[in-house]
């Protein structure tokens, strides 16, 4: 019988931000095989024309990349609001991807924003979960 020691919620925490983090950059790698997505990075005609927009893209992709290491090193009460609340966020932001994405060039962009949206659901989950201190 091979042993199944109990997975620390952090560690639980991190992987799921981890996995969530390379769905998210796979995303953005295969958009760049779609047609004329090169040609646009090219003309500066896409989606990030502006240092602004570029600017925003990176604050919201950051967020669950620190969260790995949030969710190692904060304390449980604080951690526990911030993986529920970007969470949330990032569970509701990939529904909204996947419902978008009905082009069919963007069908693995649907498929991974489904991922993700379970992904971060499980991040709620576990954190809504976070087990209590045992008292004596």
């Known amino acids: 019988m091979l042993e199944n020691p109990k997975v620390n919620i ?3 925490l991190a992987s799921l931000w981890a996995s969530a983090t390379f769905c998210y950059l796979y995303g953005d790698y295969f958009e760049l095989y779609t047609p004329d997505k090169v040609n646009s990075l090219v003309t500066g005609d896409n989606i990030m024309d502006s240092p602004a927009k570029l600017l925003v893209a990176s604050v919201i992709l950051a967020i669950p990349s620190v ?5 190692i090193f904060l304390k449980p009460k604080i951690n526990r609001i911030l993986n529920i609340l ?3 966020l990032f569970t509701l932001m990939m529904i909204l ?3 978008m994405s009905t082009n069919e060039w ?6 991974l924003a489904f991922l993700e949206s379970i992904i971060t659901a499980l991040i709620v989950w576990c954190a809504w979960k976070w087990p209590k ?3 004596i």
Do not use: H, R
Not at 67 to 71: A, G, K, L, Q, R
């Open 86 to 88: 970007f969470g949330t």
């Open 67 to 71: 969260m790995v290491t949030v969710s």
């Open 133 to 135: 201190e045992k008292t």
């Open 97 to 99: 991807i996947g419902i």
């Open 106 to 111: 963007y069908l693995f962009y649907a498929f």
């Open 10 to 12: 952090k560690v639980k």
